[in-house]
């Protein structure tokens, strides 16, 4: 409100101080009879796109976030032509039993693995052919063969086999890789019994050796 | 949006505006309109035909310099009428202005159009000087120096009435711009 004396001198002489009281329902009916203006549609749509983009931003937005989240719970994440790559490289350091081979490793081309699957992949495929040759050397009674299988798998073990801290899931990556192909088990007794399945193997009793065999054995 | 909606989105979105109805009479009045209410009514049909542009969140200003712009041209025809010598459309006065204080009507009526509309933006439609800028279409920097200026021409013109220059119309309001 102004203190200034000439506005409120014009103030008080107002010849129409109030609005002016209209009955209308009339007036209003018959002017928005007439076609509304055809750029409030134009409005519409604009603050309809504009309301999509934000919706299409915030998709975006929650996708990379979890992007970002699988990219962080695997560890480093890789595209399928790089694990390919991987399981390339681990079949040059890894060998096979005589007579078998590497299997195709299929990998769906959208997909994202952690670095180092490829050579993990390897090192299970290694393991249930290694696995599979000792059980037919114990059928075919050539006991040199499956001592040198029991070796490999032993060393496989030691070498190409590591166990994520307690509570941490397969899915844990070493904060130092080692170079070599290596395959994480979780601390759950998984790799206790493993070895355990190897030593009754050795002792003479293969059943959970071959159960292994079976159960892993690619299709 | 169906085309049903649309219309009454448009409706509620102008039943805002055309709450303002008996304000725009009312500042019609106050200029001097012989026909206020057709005034009134024909600001809102231009609302309703381009309520695009009328701002959502203050109506006012957008509403008085559209009535302004339709005063000014009543104004024009009736000066028209009565320089081919024909009788003025028969209409009512606006008896208001008859009651105004002479000595403030002719002080008012001695500041330029401009002048006049600031004071009165301020003083009878009440609107801040950011509203009152906007109605006259001038940024509120220049409105504030425009007010002041008129203030003091008009304080001068009360305190010395023989500086008053002659009305061009005697008994209504120069509202025309300058």
Known sequence: ?219 | MTPELERRSAEERFRVVFQHLGTVTAYARRRGSRDADGIAAEVMTVAWRRLADVPRDDPRPWLYATARNLVLAERRRAAQTSDRGLEPEPSSPAPELEELDPALSRALRSLSALDQEALLLIAWEDLTPSQAARALGINPTAFRVRLLRARRRLRASLDDPGAERLPAHPGQLDVEGT
């Open chain 1, 1 to 219: 409100m102004t203190s200034d004396p000439i506005t409120l001198r014009l103030r008080r002489a107002n010849p129409v101080p109030r609005a002016v009281a209209v009955e209308a329902d009339e007036l209003f009916a018959a002017i928005t009879a007439a076609r509304p203006d055809r750029r409030l549609r134009r409005e519409v749509r604009h603050r309809q796109r504009v309301l999509v983009v934000a919706l299409v931003l915030l998709v975006m937005a929650l996708v990379a976030s979890t992007a970002l989240a699988i990219s962080d719970w695997l560890g480093e994440a890789v595209k399928p032509s790089v694990t390919k790559q991987e399981y390339l490289a681990a079949q040059k350091e890894l060998a096979l039993p005589p007579g078998a081979s590497w299997p195709t490793f299929r990998i769906e081309p959208n997909s994202v693995t952690g670095r180092g699957a490829g050579g993990g992949h390897a090192v299970l495929v290694a393991q249930n052919a290694w696995e599979c040759y000792w059980v037919h050397a114990i059928r075919e009674g050539d006991n040199a063969a499956a001592a040198r299988a029991q070796s490999v798998l032993t060393g496989l073990l030691a070498q190409n086999v590591l166990e994520a801290p307690v509570g941490a899931s397969e899915n844990w990556t070493p904060p130092n890789p080692p170079d070599r192909p290596y395959v994480v088990f979780a601390a759950d007794g998984g790799l206790d019994w493993v070895r355990q399945t190897y030593a009754l193997a050795a002792a003479g009793k293969p059943l959970r050796l071959i159960q292994s065999c079976n159960a892993n054995a690619p299709g």
